[in-house]
């Protein structure tokens, strides 16, 4: 996974221990709070302006790719 990367950061002295984007205090459960709820990409983007484009899309096409391996 990408935990602890350039992408994803996790530490029981950020946010608790929540799975956040890398640099940021935001975590990784808003992003999907944010599309659940019909909003965009860009909408969460802009909300946030401290998580990158390349960070969402590399988290989606890891998860893309996890997803893909196991229905293989």
Not at 16 to 35: C, H, I, K, M, Q
Not at 52 to 60: A, I, N, P, Y
């Amino acid at each position: 996974m990408l935990r602890n990367s350039s992408v994803l950061s996790i530490s029981s002295e950020v946010m608790g221990g929540a799975l956040v984007f890398a640099g940021t205090r935001v975590p990784v459960e808003t992003f999907f709070d944010y599309l659940k709820a019909g909003e965009s990409v860009d909408d969460f983007l802009e909300g946030f302006p401290s998580v990158s484009r390349e960070q969402v899309v590399g988290l989606l096409e890891e998860i893309g790719r996890q997803l893909l391996n196991t229905a293989a």
